[in-house]
């Protein structure tokens, strides 16, 4: 079992350009949530999907980010028009019964 | 408000010495407390639970309700234990609020 895999690790985008992170849960979970860490912050939610439907989006921006968990493929959380903010490491993680299992994180830089 | 604080940003300690990274909590329910831990170049990693009581690499925590406390303690400290630990809280749908984290960097 690979663990919770994400890519890229880096992203590197230029402002007003979009973004997008994608996350694979580990074998066998159907349960993926979302964090944010900024710069000298700790991790802060943003969204909590079960495949092909989202169940808790309370932590995510109102405007420019969505997140979806298709039947098939991996969670994807997608950033529109990014400004330089939105430079952050963005964590995912899978949920077996009751730990979540995280990924490595990818480090979206906006220029 | 839920929310987690961990005061220090670093602490430095000798190998062999006590240490004890601090924890406390703001929850208006029945608090479900988490330490992780990440290790240089590695995933953030579970270390340990409160609710199963366990030690895990020598380090324990106890849940203080009265003092909103979920402190992380280990007797003697080994290089290997430097790290980034994270203190959290379990809130509704299993969602995790962390704390800002302590990097723990023990010397030889």
């Known amino acids: 079992n690979a663990g919770v895999m994400q890519n890229p690790r880096h992203l590197v985008r230029r402002r007003g350009q979009e973004a997008r992170l994608r996350c694979s849960p580990m074998?066998?979970?159907?349960?993926v949530y979302w964090y944010r860490q900024l710069p000298e912050e700790g991790l802060k939610f943003m969204v909590y999907l079960q495949k092909e439907n989202i169940i808790d989006e309370s932590g995510m921006p109102k405007e420019r980010f969505s997140a979806e968990f298709p039947k098939e493929g991996p969670s994807i959380l997608r950033i529109q028009q990014v400004v330089r903010g939105d430079s952050a490491a963005y964590f995912c993680?899978?949920?077996?019964?009751?730990?979540?299992?995280f990924g490595p994180g990818t480090r979206l830089t906006v220029l | 408000a839920q929310r987690v604080t961990q005061p220090e940003k670093l602490l430095s300690v000798f190998k062999g010495a006590p240490v004890e990274l601090k924890c406390n909590y703001s929850?208006?329910?029945?608090?479900?407390l988490f330490w992780y831990v990440q290790y240089s170049r590695q995933r953030l990693q579970l270390l340990l639970r409160?609710?199963s009581r366990e030690s895990i690499k020598g380090f324990t925590a106890d849940l203080n309700k009265g003092e909103t406390s979920f402190h992380l303690k280990k007797p003697f400290a080994q290089e290997e234990d430097s790290a980034m630990y994270y203190c959290a809280l379990v809130t509704g749908f299993q969602k995790l609020v962390f704390g800002t984290g302590t990097r723990l960097l023990v010397s030889p």
């Open positions: 993680a899978s949920i077996g019964t009751d730990t979540q299992y």
């Open positions: 929850y208006s329910g029945s608090p479900e």
């Open positions: 409160h609710i």
């Open positions: 074998k066998g979970h159907s349960h």
